[in-house]
């Protein structure tokens, strides 16, 4: 609870909504409910809090104005449908926005954007240089270009990468549930809505239930995804239901609403941000024990000495996993100093036998313990 005390302080906000709170099946947007948000969001802003709001939608609406029953199965229809969706979700907004003299301003991003360092930061200015305007950023994912193997795929991700990106001070993803419930809700009598939750357990993600609707891409599952990658970049998130009445407004006085989770206090860099979260691993690398030890205890860099299996095609300077040798898991993320033909060669390799193997001098370091981010 004393942690939401500070929610009153702070100045930078992501709110993400869900296709199933502002859509109807049968209508599209819904106009009561954009407008119930508009006047929340507006009433925070009046706070002087900087917003940025994540809106999903797109193709929900596009699904209603083309009379699709369901949700298309082909990717160009489903990107056709968005395509027509995000343009009308944008003018309801802009309507219930301007009532409140607020304008919007539409984002529209790939993963692409946000897995390339120079679209990162560009991304990152445009959307500093709309707060600087008073607009309102209204950013949804480019559905009508991205392609599934390179798309985010959810707006709760997304949106924990916009709050990354602009180093927000809190995200909250408002949805059609009061928080995260002990069982499922809907089914199970018992089930009770947890405040806080302090670190992302399993315990925890044992919790998930699969919740989404007919037009929506995330349930729980997601959302937790979400709340880790805020966690690690050091942002709080809220999970809360869009129905609740000012609920933005409530949240920000302090109001125990919703499930709150605590960031990690050892708040990444802007850089290993990046690392963890913005951009795919282009390479996976398998360690032994004893370097798990060294980089998740020790703080140490990765040696040569350690890593067991070189996996994918990868350049130097590129983000690889690294993954426990016991389970597989991937516990880390770094830049490489080397090649995967490279590392082929001097994998196992103690730090002397680095230069014979080789050929030419290099580095000591597979990856340096500046440039890598335990997971
Ligand atoms: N970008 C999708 C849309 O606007 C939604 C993705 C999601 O619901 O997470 O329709």
Not at 4 to 10: A, D, P, S, V
Not at 95 to 106: E, I, M, N
Not at 112 to 120: C, K, L, T, V
Not at 342 to 367: D, M, N, Q
Request: glycine residues 10%; proline residues 4%.
């Amino acid at each position: 609870m004393g942690a939401r005390r500070q929610l009153g302080r702070i100045r930078r906000l992501v709110v993400k909504v869900g296709s199933g709170l502002i859509t109807t099946p049968e209508a599209g947007p819904d106009r009561r409910r954009i407008a119930a948000l508009a006047a929340d969001l507006a009433a925070v802003r009046a706070d002087k809090v900087d917003t940025v709001l994540v809106s999903s939608g797109a193709i929900a609406t596009g699904m209603a104005r083309l009379a699709l029953p369901r949700r298309p199965r082909s990717m160009p229809e489903t990107q056709a449908a968005a395509a027509v969706g995000q343009s009308a979700l944008m003018r309801h907004y802009e309507t219930a926005f301007k009532r409140h003299g607020v304008s919007v301003g539409q984002v529209l991003l790939t993963a692409q954007d946000i897995g390339d360092r120079a679209r990162y930061l560009n991304a990152r200015n445009t959307l500093l240089a709309l707060l600087g305007f008073g607009v309102l950023p209204i950013v949804n994912e480019n559905d009508t270009v991205a392609t599934e193997e390179i798309k985010v795929g959810d707006n709760d991700n997304l949106s924990a990468l916009v709050a990354s990106l602009i180093e927000a001070d809190l995200l909250v993803l408002l949805t059609d549930v009061e928080g995260l419930y002990t069982a499922n809700p809907a089914t199970n009598p018992d089930a009770r809505k947890l405040d806080t939750v302090e670190a992302i357990t399993e315990d925890v993600t044992r919790l998930v239930w699969a919740g989404a609707g007919a037009g929506s891409v995330g349930g729980m599952a997601t959302k937790l995804q979400a709340a880790q990658k805020a966690a690690t970049a050091g942002v709080p998130m809220i999970i809360a239901s869009g129905r609740t009445e000012h609920v933005l407004a409530r949240l920000l006085h302090g109001e125990p609403l919703g499930t709150y989770f605590a960031p990690r206090a050892d708040r990444l860099g802007a850089r290993k941000r990046w690392i963890a979260f913005a951009v795919a691993p282009q390479g996976r690398l398998t360690v032994d024990a004893g370097a798990v030890r060294a980089l998740t205890l020790g703080g140490k860099s990765l040696l040569p000495s350690g890593v067991v299996k070189v996996e994918g095609d990868f350049a130097a300077g590129e983000v690889v996993a690294v993954c426990d040798e016991v389970d597989g898991r991937e516990f880390a993320r770094g830049l490489v100093n080397f090649d995967a033909p490279e590392l082929l060669r001097i994998r196992g390799a103690k730090t002397r036998e680095i230069e014979p193997r080789l050929g030419y001098k290099s580095f000591e370091e597979v990856i340096h313990r500046d440039n890598l981010v335990i997971l």
